[in-house]
């Protein structure tokens, strides 16, 4: 028995199918409101069945259709599943430049519209529908609330350290010694707000603030043979409300890095447990989105944020890097010199199937990957104990210029 195959194709009136000659064996017609027609079509990208396509697939099959075509490869999927028919991925490309060529006159013979110079002013509708959507499913994504958090964390301490640097110069003038012992911004902050006026950094108070006695003391000794200038009160009082200002500045950070932990959790919780919430929410960050970087390769992440070093290299010739943002890991900075290369190669591996997880199955295997992470960086350690010799780093390098 010959198999029957039928095309089936969606468009701004409605769902066709055409036999592989052309020809219109069946439709579904769509009702005329452009933001239904919208959100039908977006259903349909999204490979979703949506009831006027599995009608008509219902009543094709009755007629002995036996092979459908979809250009829709999770739609395609969808229909196998659910009606247990032959289903082709292809692109029906002909068929498609056939019913756009007479649109117009199709409309009219479906009873879409009245006349074919209507179809334009529907087709305009629907897509202005159909991207308006689009552009809301995009923003939806919660990992993009990842990327301008992180961004947002960025500008804060972009702003932090250019408050607490001119905080140190102003209060300086009256406490200069204070900017060499105590490197802490917060804590310089919080000690110019509490106490003000140098005269008032006794060791009671200072350990009143949560200073060590040692600490304490050296800074209490400072104050009393400061070479600073004595202020007015006028000029402490507008230098402590710069402090008070920062140190808000300071919980608002807070605050954010909690939120991102928290929406890490929610949105890459294998990216969270592999590399941190900051960590795993910068990469996100660098790479636009979670889904993008679920598709980079692993040695692509490994450079993530050393782009600049990495282009200079590839343009001068010169060692290209090793590691880019991964450098944060604790297993990296942490390893001795020779080892970090490879360690951040191992990580990135770890940290692209992660994001591939995250993205596309949901899956929680973030403990898994951490264990078999530290497995690798171990066997790597007991690999190469001590660093390569000269002579060996020479001979590769010879090899590479004979090549």
């Known amino acids: 028995?010959?198999?029957?195959?039928?095309?089936?194709?969606?468009?701004?009136?409605?769902?066709?199918?055409?036999?592989?000659?052309?020809?219109?064996?069946?439709?579904?017609?769509?009702?005329?409101?452009?933001?239904?027609?919208?959100?039908?079509?977006?259903?349909?990208?999204?490979?979703?069945?949506?009831?006027?396509?599995?009608?008509?697939?219902?009543?094709?099959?009755?007629?002995?259709?036996?092979?459908?075509?979809?250009?829709?490869?999770?739609?395609?999927?969808?229909?196998?599943?659910?009606?247990?028919?032959?289903?082709?991925?292809?692109?029906?490309?002909?068929?498609?430049?056939?019913?756009?060529?007479?649109?117009?006159?199709?409309?009219?013979?479906?009873?879409?519209?009245?006349?074919?110079?209507?179809?334009?002013?529907?087709?305009?509708?629907?897509?202005?529908?159909?991207?308006?959507?689009?552009?809301?499913?995009?923003?939806?994504?919660?990992?993009?609330?990842?990327?301008?958090?992180?961004?947002?964390?960025?500008?804060?301490?972009?702003?932090?350290?250019?408050?607490?640097?001119?905080?140190?110069?102003?209060?300086?003038?009256?406490?200069?010694?204070?900017?060499?012992?105590v490197e802490k911004h917060e804590t310089y902050a919080k000690l110019v707000y509490t106490l003000g006026r140098r005269d008032n950094f006794t060791v009671e108070r200072l350990e009143k603030e949560g200073l060590p006695e040692s600490k304490a003391l050296q800074i209490s000794d400072a104050a009393k043979s400061s070479m600073g200038a004595d202020l007015q009160d006028v000029d402490i009082e507008h230098i402590r409300r710069i402090s008070k200002n920062i140190l808000q500045l300071y919980e608002a950070r807070a605050n954010l890095e909690k939120y991102i932990d928290a929406l890490m959790e929610d949105v890459a919780p294998n990216l969270r447990a592999l590399a941190g919430p900051s960590l795993g929410a910068r990469l996100i960050a660098l790479a636009g989105g979670l889904e993008n970087l679920a598709k980079l390769p692993a040695s692509t992440v490994q450079v993530l944020g050393a782009e600049k070093a990495l282009f200079r290299a590839l343009r001068t010739g010169a060692k290209p890097p090793k590691h880019g943002v991964i450098f944060q890991h604790s297993l990296v900075f942490r390893a001795k010199k020779w080892l970090r290369g490879k360690i951040a190669r191992a990580l990135a591996g770890k940290l692209s199937i992660a994001a591939r997880t995250d993205a596309f199955t949901g899956n929680y295997i973030g403990d898994k990957l951490k264990e078999e992470l530290l497995q690798r960086v171990k066997e790597i350690e007991e690999k190469y104990p001590s660093p390569p010799k000269a002579k060996a780093i020479k001979k590769k390098a010879k090899r590479k210029e004979k090549k």
């Open 1 to 181: 028995m010959n198999k029957l195959k039928v095309a089936v194709i969606p468009s701004v009136m409605g769902i066709l199918c055409l036999s592989e000659n052309g020809k219109l064996i069946d439709k579904e017609v769509f009702d005329r409101d452009p933001v239904k027609i919208a959100e039908k079509l977006f259903a349909l990208e999204q490979g979703k069945p949506i009831p006027e396509v599995k009608r008509l697939i219902k009543r094709l099959k009755d007629q002995r259709y036996t092979d459908f075509l979809f250009n829709n490869p999770e739609l395609a999927n969808a229909i196998r599943e659910e009606f247990k028919v032959n289903v082709e991925v292809g692109s029906s490309i002909e068929l498609s430049e056939k019913i756009r060529e007479n649109m117009g006159e199709l409309g009219v013979e479906l009873g879409f519209i009245n006349k074919p110079s209507e179809i334009t002013r529907w087709i305009h509708d629907v897509t202005m529908e159909l991207s308006k959507i689009r552009i809301k499913k995009a923003t939806e994504k919660r990992d993009l609330l990842v990327v301008q958090a992180v961004q947002a964390l960025d500008d804060l301490d972009q702003t932090l350290n250019l408050f607490m640097s001119r905080l140190r110069e102003w209060y300086g003038v009256h406490f200069p010694e204070l900017n060499r012992l």
